[in-house]
């Protein structure tokens, strides 16, 4: 197949410089190991996956009061255990990060100016929310909830759990209250902290009401925690005897830290929750130490001194990844607010004005701005930008491009993919290799994913199920309630049993470089010829007049497939006979005559989840006549309005 033009290649002192080479001269000077090639290293950590982590182990210097007895129990999937018998906690590692030179966070928002906070700062706050908790009665063990903006408040309350070994699990306030009880009640939370309120994109949004809502619906719950935030401090609190966020965090305290387990639960993460009860995911102090180390400094190559940013709210893994910035002394940078408000070039300034050396975001985003003509490097002085990174859908080949044309040209584009299963990438970015137009540079060290065809077979340089052969140490280590493991077996292990199917198509070139092209449960599959979603959505929305986009491939019983594509207009566009024409044309030149849709609607809004992800598979199951209160929760979508009009569609095609 054509290898994809290179847009950005490393020079050699550029590669001599990365924590990735310096990996490979340690090991070679450690461990007598002479892999010199991104390739004979990712294929020595996928083959001696034990030798592999524990050389991370060791290469990071972990500090574990007990060390560790075994590397990896035994290389089955679900159930594997990491570095057995060994003692630790996380929040001890961000704090060998203390400097006086640089703050530990940048963070700004809609109501907040721009304000450093110190690792001083961070250090008194975090040991006096800790204090405070353990008067509380909070221990190792105890679930600690938070419904919190990305501030650094959240960043404080997070470190203390995790201080004291407790397990903590957050969501956006933008969440509605039954989506938010739907995940918290799960765990029975002993604590829980809420703001008071937000605002928006200019719009102040009230957190009262919900307030007394979440403490009616969390029968667990001992003590609740109001921060200030919209309505300035002390808060206006509806809630009796609740604990106010500035009186915690005036108490002295020292910072200690619990050790525990390296297979102690740190966090709980939850699956979207669109389609039933989100899956309450849970990581590991040990698993998620040792991820985060390996894909910020090794494929990210961030380093001390680093301002690394990721545009999420406290409702996203992004938000959990990005804190493990903190572990290498970078400086993270929060922004909580409208990334388009007052218009999309907001988070570009915050690059400016916060020296900013790494800028993370969604590919959406990134394709907003290009639809919208942006041109950052024009307009905002980005010299210390060194990297731009993009997760959550594909990234088009034009993504690229504009990246490399309007942001910056001497920069690695991490395209990375991987998800709130492991709060981390399969695959992603390498600093010592090229970036190919529209492809993900690689698989990332100690995970050996694949390609499968229909018989389970790996597949190179052709579409197949993307799968993950070999266990990694922030793999869930369970489900919360689920003690026989059947939903995390049902998740990830019921279609290849003992590898781990991740439900996205991939394409794994045999130089290395990967395409995502969709999740494999909205495949369209039309006349026996398979084709991801995005690769349609990139034709599509190649057009002016289309601002997005979804399509579904609907099987009928006894009746030939139905392909609705839906399109969302541009301002003063009107879907007539001529545009779907000229929408037809393109994909049937641009992709396949079998790919084009047989009927073409214009609707107001794509429906997405919270975390920005079209609901591909519920329209689908709408459309093929599921009822919608099976299919789609309301809470955990961005926009559940949206669904109305494949409500009256569904209803439609089951009379005809």
Known sequence: MDIPPILWQPTPAFQQQTTLAAYQRWLAEQRGLEL??????????????EDFWASLWDFFNIAASTPYETVLSSRVMPGAQWFVGAQLNLARHVFRQVSQERPAILAESELRPLTAFSWADLIAQTAAVATALRTMGVSAGDRVVAVLPNIPETVVAFLACASIGAIWSSS??????????????????????????????????????????????????????????????PA??????????????????????????????????????????????????????????KGLALHLDLK??????????TGWMMWNFLLGGLLLGCTIILYDGNPGYPD???????????????????????????????RPAAHYDLQSLKGV???????????????????????????????????????????????????????????????FDEQGQSVVDTVGEFVVCEPMPSMPIFFWNDPEMLRYRASYFAQYPGIWRHGDWVRIRSQGGLVISGRSDSTINRMGIRMGTSELYRAIEALAEIRDSLVVDIARPERDGYMPLFVVLADGVALDEALIMRIKQQIRTTLSPRHVPDDVFAIAEVPYTLSGKKLEVPVKRLLQGEPLERIANPDSMRNPGALAVFVELATRLSNE
């Open 172 to 233: 956006s306030p933008d969440f509605g209250v039954t989506s938010i009880v739907d995940r918290f009640r799960q765990i029975e939370p002993k604590v829980l902290l809420i703001v008071d309120g937000y605002r928006y994109g200019g719009r102040d949004i009230d957190c009262r009401p919900m307030q007394q809502a979440l403490r009616e619906a969390l029968p667990s719950l001992q003590q609740t925690i109001v921060v200030p935030y919209l309505f300035g401090s």
């Open 236 to 293: 206006p609190s509806t809630l009796h005897g609740a604990f106010l966020w500035d009186d915690m965090v005036t108490q002295t305290g020292e910072l200690a830290f619990t050790e525990v387990s390296a297979q102690h639960p740190l966090w709980v993460l939850y699956s979207s929750g669109t389609t039933g009860l989100p899956k309450p995911i849970v990581h590991s102090h040990g698993g998620i130490l040792l991820e985060l180390l």
């Open 304 to 313: 001390a001194g680093d301002r690394f940013f990721w545009f999420s709210t």
């Open 36 to 49: 010199t090639s991104y390739e004979t290293l990712w294929r020595w950590s996928v083959e001696q996956i």
């Open 389 to 451: 990174g993009s997760t959550a859908s594909p990234l088009p080949p034009e993504g690229f491009d504009w990246v490399y044309e309007q942001v910056k040209a001497d920069i690695l584009l991490a395209s990375i993919s991987g998800g709130t299963d492991v709060c981390t990438a399969f695959v992603g970015s390498c600093p010592l290799l090229p970036v190919h137009r529209g492809e993900i540079q690689c698989a990332w060290l100690g995970a050996l994913v694949a390609a």
């Open 344 to 374: 999309m070039g907001k988070l570009w300034d915050l690059a400016e004005r916060t020296n900013m050396t790494f800028f993370g975001t969604g590919a959406p985003y990134i394709n907003a701005c290009r639809k919208a003509g942006l």
